[in-house]
């Protein structure tokens, strides 16, 4: 089955808008334009009332007026008392949630990349990958990065990513999954912070802060297509805010997406079973910069390098009510459904002539829920403490499909398939205790905090149509077949510390320290102190030092899969299995980092800020792709972990034990990695009278990883050049964003440039004598390349706003990979976390609120 993906009608939204009876708000709200601080260190917008982020929060609004100062923003993410972003010993960066509607962006991972220079991810995520959206903090994996919801851990995506890649591996967190219109704003903290919330927070935390409004509401509708008139985008939202009897409040939030395919694959003139060149080979080769040999056969267009397509249905909710003036009960949650399909490879006629004589291009599919529910209870007066008491239950369910496929081994064979579903969930409780105490020797009081939680994880693996996995599989994804199918579970335990205040008037620090059990990774010990100098209102200098870890998912630990294409098959084996066993694998260990940074907080005028902060994050035991084995005993680990292997692959393998046509890797704790970076930030309010107000931004991410040590087995790197790339180089070194935002009465008008620094990789040979080397690749750089994106913006009435905007709005792409690497018509690197290669997209929103 497809899913039918087609144009909305925008003027029927807007009719639909406008018939609504939404002119019944007693006093109807002014469009507040406060979409100043896309990259800065806080947002004009950044309230803070009772967010459940385990710290002692009360009701505060901070300043809205434009030129208000960046640094009053109310954050509490990096400590366990309130604070403004001005006053933290940590780097944290606050996004309003109207900034990240004003990108015109269908996902908020994609408006997280357009707003935040430290954040990115894979340009194209092949097979599975493009089904998550995962988003890759200072260069390292997703993994890396911790995602809170109000302060509460989010559980991960039960997709892990299977290809070759920095996120090979990863089941990050699929922001994507939490609609977009109940977000008042983000913090992200760029700072280690295992020491105080756990695993997974190496390079940062993105806390997600929802709505807690108790009137009034937002319908939207966003479209958009790119220049070249694929890739139509359609956004509708809706959200509301209801008063619970006057003690409470309870925001909904609906939003429904559907992306279509944007093809960025040229024509395929690779496969030369077809004959000679062609004069339509030579002049597309020479139009594109191609050197000779020219490559051969007919102008196939594959659409394998392409965007998924996909619809997706989102809820959430958000929900707190006062028993008593310090007793208040909340709750929230999301649930997610997402339909998606991706391009495989073509596969030529002789797979298959009789039902595909044209050849065919596989689709792979996914059918998602994911859903998550909060609740709990806070008492600001227990005995003198504040107590907050939650649980959280969450989890991913993803069922896998392939459709305009074959099982080529199989007589009558069907041409789709269920090939399996993995799923995940987590519950955690969470005890939390808070209390300041007045210490003589200190100048404020000392904040003192300490908690509990206990988690269990779950992951799961569900075989799918016999027909999808017997005799090889189903060509492009064999299905999960009952050997690697199974359940796994673990227990954790945590307890931890957490000491704040100020020593003297300029003087603060935080102290904070965490002891983790894992039931299969063992125990952790973890400590963090940051401290804060400030020589005068206008210079300050903050520094921190912490240890961190992320634990192997039980994906990483327990996940297998077999890809096989009409001439070879590759496997992956559990590290704990007894055919990677048989191989030299290990038991996977717990990844763990030490992380650096110093910053210096600058206030040269009123109206402008600035912030510099140097890190260096060190991980130990990396989890890697490793042990690839290839030819005979490939064939013998895939057999013991109970793989079909296909008989024209264990025949290739008899021929020739050390082919590659037949490999098999695992995961390993194999590398230690050292990233250095700076980040910058700077924002600055203008006021010109009556032309108006303008808010400049500058904002920079520099950063380089490199690698301090690789394991070795046998007397060979466990880990090749073009792997080691994935890990050092595919991320920009440098990604600079600079603009800012003009408004005056009823106008408004954001621009930004971006410029995404050089990436570099080692491209695989597809065609010519290098091609069947082993471990032979091309040294490829990604030039640096300059984007811009803009929206003008303009309020009809008080309720209504009409927007218009582009994003790559000069429709730059990336640089062209050399013809020798280019897979199927494959014209860009897939592997860069550069700017991506749909080009300039162009989309209009109209929004009221009331």
Known sequence: MKVRLTRCSLAAAVLSVLSMNLATAATPPAWADDTSAATSTSSNTATSTNTNTNTNTTSSTPPNPANASQLDAVVVTGGRFETTVGQSTTPVTVISGATLQSTGQANLRDALVQLSPSISHTSYGADNAEF?????????????????????RRHGSANIVQDPGLDQGSTGVDIDMIPTDLIDHIEILRDGAAAQYGSDAIAGVVNIILKTKASGGTVSSTSGQTYKGDGFKNTETASVGLSLGGNGY?????????????????????????????????????????????????????????????????????????????????????????????????????????????????????????????????????????????T??????????????????????????????????????????TRPFQVSAFAAPLNFAFGFEARRDT?????????????????????FNPYNSGQWSRNVTAAYIDLSTHITDKWQTDVAGRYEHYSDAGNTRNAKVSTRYDFTPQIALRASASTGFHAPSLAEEHFSSLAVTPDSASAQLPSDSAGAAALGAQPLKPEKATNLNLGLV?????????????????????IVAGGTVYGLPAVDAMTAAGFPVPPYVVAAAQANPDTGLASVWYFTNGANTRTRGLDLTSVYHTDYGSFGKVDWDLSANLNTTRLTHLVTENGEPIL?????????????????????????????????????????????????????????????????????????????????????????????????????TALEGQLYDTQSSQVGYDGGYYYLRLAYQF
């Open 132 to 152: 998550t959206d995962e988003l890759q903090l200072d260069g390292l994996s997703p993994d890396h990065v911790l995602v809170l919801v109000n302060g509460k």
């Open 250 to 390: 309870l925001d909904l939030s609906a939003e429904y997406d559907r992306i279509n395919h944007a093809i960025r694959t040229g024509p395929d003139y690779a496969d030369g079973l077809y004959g000679e060149n062609t004069p339509a080979a030579i002049a597309y080769v020479n139009a594109n910069g191609y050197s000779p040999p020219y490559p051969v056969g007919p102008a196939y267009k594959n659409p394998w390098s392409s965007d998924t397509a996909s619809t997706r249905q989102l809820f959430g909710f958000n929900a707190g009510y006062d028993f008593t003036d310090n007793v208040e009960a909340y709750a929230f949650g999301t649930f997610g459904h997402r339909y998606a399909e991706s391009y495989e490879n073509y596969r030529p006629p002789y797979v298959d002539p009789e039902v595909y004589p044209n050849g065919f291009v596989p689709i792979f599919t996914i059918d998602e829920n994911d859903y998550s529910i909060t609740g709990g209870v806070m008492d600001d007066n227990f005995f003198g403490w504040s107590v907050d008491l939650s």
């Open 392 to 433: 959280t239950y969450g989890g991913d369910r993803d069922n896998l499909g392939l459709v305009h496929s074959v099982n080529p081994s199989l007589t009558d064979s069907p041409t789709s398939f269920g090939i399996g579903a993995t799923s995940n969930s987590q519950l955690t409780g969470n005890l939390d205790f």
């Open 459 to 479: 992951f799961q693996i569900q075989p799918g149509d016999p027909s999808s996995y017997e005799d090889g599989g189903a060509s492009s994804e064999a299905g």
């Open 602 to 622: 600058l206030n040269p005028l009123d109206n402008l800020n600035i912030t510099a902060d140097a890190y260096q994050i060190n991980i130990r035991n990396r």
């Open 720 to 820: 090749n050049a073009q792997q080691i790339d994935y890990l050092t180089s595919t991320t920009p070194k440098s990604k600079v964003i600079v603009g800012g935002t003009w408004h005056q009465g009823k106008w408004g008008v954001t621009v930004h440039e971006t410029r995404w620094g050089a990436t570099t990789d080692q491209l695989s040979y597809i065609v010519g004598p290098d091609s069947v080397v082993p471990d032979t690749f091309y040294p490829w750089r990604n030039a640096a390349i300059y984007t811009t994106d803009f929206e003008v913006r303009y309020n009809v009435t008080k309720q209504l706003q009409v927007a218009l905007g582009a994003n790559n709005a000069f429709d730059r792409y990336p640089s062209k990979i050399p013809y020798v």
